[in-house]
């Protein structure tokens, strides 16, 4: 692992596991701001959390770990009050972890069509010297979602070749159009209004968004894998967000 940050979050949510308090010392006790809705803020939040856990429930494997200056960004298969598959972003200040952002959804019970889990796949970042040059691309994209500038799509990718991790989706670009519609049929519609962040390391980008997933406000957690230019591999975490009168920080969750 390149990076002492990467080390202290990977060793930070290996924690909630373990409950090893050590690794809490990488986290500014005076200023850390909650972006998990669930959690009170500072660390007393992150205290009580672990506290809530019953002594030995918890199980925690970080399968990708990636930095972008202060940020570092984590892909986590848990079983953290049930089976989820989670994104953490945290941001680093003066050496301290100061904020903490996250997307958690529940793991699918089996593979997606096309034989691929929520979790599995490349997990090292390359082209590492492309890191700027795929976050653009990825914005641009997004860009043109939100425009409706469906017509430039195709070119985004390598032809139909696209791989899948979304449960419930298929392989290749033929694969998301169809699941897409299935979606929408259930009353499901996927729906992007504004994308809040873009991190990326080489040739690993995520995207922060909110929108809709049919009539509920949603967070969506998206991250690709980029090859020569094109997108190539997704994985992504859903998560509602709830009414304000349930968040346990003011923060937002972005």
């Given at each position: 692992m390149s990076s002492d940050r990467k080390r202290e979050v990977v060793d930070l949510l290996k924690s909630i596991e373990t409950g090893d308090s050590k690794p809490l010392a990488s986290v500014n006790p005076d200023k850390y701001i909650q972006h998990n809705l669930a959690v009170a803020d500072g660390v007393a939040g992150l205290r009580a959390l672990f506290a809530a856990l019953p002594t030995g429930s918890a199980k925690v494997n970080t399968v990708r770990v990636f930095q972008d200056g202060?940020?570092?960004f984590t892909h986590t298969d848990y079983n953290f009050f049930g089976l989820k598959i989670g994104f953490d972003i945290f941001r680093f200040e003066d050496g301290k972890i100061v904020e903490h952002w996250d997307n958690l959804q529940e793991t699918a019970a089996k593979p997606?069509?096309?034989?691929?889990?929520?979790?599995d796949g490349p997990t090292t970042a390359t082209d590492l010297d492309k890191t700027e040059v795929n976050k653009a691309l990825m914005q641009s994209y997004m860009d043109d979602l939100l425009a409706g500038r469906?017509?430039?799509f195709p070119g985004y990718f390598e032809g139909n070749n696209y791989i899948q991790h979304n449960p419930w989706v298929a392989d290749n670009l033929t694969g998301l159009s169809a699941?897409?519609?299935t979606l929408a049929q259930e009353g499901k519609a996927v729906k992007y209004d504004r994308?809040?962040?873009v991190l990326g390391e080489g040739n690993f980008i995520l995207v922060v968004a909110e929108g809709g997933f049919g009539d509920r406000p949603t967070a969506y957690y998206d991250m690709y894998r980029i090859q020569n230019g094109k997108i190539a591999e997704h994985w992504d975490a859903l998560e509602t967000i709830p009414p304000r009168a349930d968040w346990?920080?003011?923060n937002g969750k972005f």
């Open positions: 202060d940020y570092v997606g069509p096309s034989g691929h889990t929520m979790i469906r017509n430039k699941g897409l519609q994308v809040h962040m346990k920080n003011s």
